[in-house]
């Protein structure tokens, strides 16, 4: 028979039925403001320029660095394009395009044709 204080110590024991769940995996998050700027741009068939997403070459210490910044930078625009097609607010299909202004460091947002 285990002793009670012995238990006690790691925590407590519970009827089965009381067992709660955490959802498993990440939970996306979206900024509105973000999701709001590329619908206005890229549904009149225009560019949304990022600036409050730049990524300046002088701001990382190493190439890698850098590299890895835009990457984060371009998942997370594609993570909202992906949110825009999935709500029916872009066509499906709808394929998204990122080009980097080279003196800025702005991501340049598109419609792919």
């Not at 371009?74 to 080009?99: M, Q, T, W, Y």
Request: charged share 25%; with cysteine.
């Amino acid at each position: 028979m285990t002793n009670m204080a012995e238990t006690e110590t790691f925590g407590e024991i519970i009827d089965i039925s009381d067992i709660e769940k955490a959802s498993r995996g990440a939970v996306a998050t979206y900024e509105q403001g973000l999701l709001d700027f590329m619908t206005t741009a890229l549904v009149e068939g225009k560019c949304a320029s990022v600036s409050k997403m730049a990524v300046e070459r002088s701001s990382y210490s190493s190439e890698d660095d850098y590299k890895n910044a835009k990457q984060a930078v371009s998942a997370e625009i594609r993570k909202h394009f992906n949110k825009l097609v999935a709500d029916g607010v872009l066509p499906a299909g709808s394929k998204v395009s990122i080009n980097w202004h080279p003196e800025t460091g702005t991501p340049q947002v598109t419609l792919r044709a």
